[in-house]
């Protein structure tokens, strides 16, 4: 399957991991959490049409009223939503350089590269979080036969842990549903432990393929750190 081609993903170690859609884990109900704003004080969680963007049938999406003032919503990708968009990629290309100490992740322009995942995707393949007439997060799946990724999920900083990354991945597990995918996985970067904790609690469980290479550029104290043991081996990330 096709990949942004950031430097993280098509470098790194990566990961695969799989999740049967015929025995799909349920998330429990999102709780709210003091200090993550606008999304304490959770009241109401229900399920809602969402209007697609390609003029077919609606598809379902979530929404939850929280507080007196916010109320977020999940749905289809609209042509207004680009900017908002390529900043929640250089946003996610940020955690990246972090993640591996390298500033040069993703060039000058990172976000330009959401506009290369949309053509490729497609924008019927595209859900955004979005609150307060403010997109938050976003989710996207590529697609092929019974098999689809979800590639990437987005979720802005100010709000991360108050429950928007589990709405997206819920909302995106029924989309492949609804295409008849079977075998659903995600591909976190290998160091990101927080991204893969997050998955395995959503229900990604199964390991599919692992990938391994060798570094053949000059290395520098510190680039890679020591990382899991998998079927008695060691490895760096």
């Keep these: 399957m096709l990949r942004p081609e950031l430097f993280a993903e098509r470098f790194l170690p990566e990961i695969e991991i ?5 025995h799909a884990h349920i998330l429990p109900p999102l709780v709210g959490q003091e200090g993550q704003r606008p999304f304490s004080s959770l009241l109401r969680t229900d399920c809602v049409e969402a209007n697609c963007t ?3 049938s609606p598809a379902i999406g979530w929404s939850f009223t929280v507080g007196a003032k916010a109320r977020m919503v999940i749905r289809g990708y609209q042509p207004s ?5 390529r900043a929640l990629w250089a946003e996610m290309n940020q955690r990246h350089r ?16 959401f506009d290369n995942h949309l053509a490729r995707v497609g924008p019927d393949l595209v859900w955004v979080a979005e609150s307060d007439d403010t997109l938050i997060g976003f989710v996207s799946l590529i697609h092929d036969g019974e098999e689809a990724e979800i590639e990437p999920i987005v979720v802005t900083s100010a709000v991360r842990s108050a429950g928007v990354g589990h709405r997206l991945v819920e909302h995106a597990v029924e989309q492949a549903k609804r295409l008849g995918v079977l075998c659903l996985s995600v591909k976190p970067v290998a160091r990101n432990e927080e991204a893969i904790a997050f998955f ?3 229900g990604f469980r199964t390991l599919g393929h692992i990938q391994l290479f060798r570094w053949l550029g000059e290395s520098f104290p510190g680039q890679w750190r020591a ?3 998998l079927f008695g ?3 760096d990330y």
């Design 200 to 202: 395995y609690d959503a």
């Design 18 to 22: 799989t999740a049967n859609l015929n």
């Design 233 to 235: 081996k060691r490895f």
């Design 98 to 113: 972090d993640i591996y100490d390298d500033p040069s992740i993703g060039g000058e322009n990172p976000e330009l590269e």
């Design 81 to 85: 939503d680009l900017d908002s968009c």
């Design 227 to 229: 990382g899991p043991e």
């Design 54 to 56: 390609n003029g077919k």
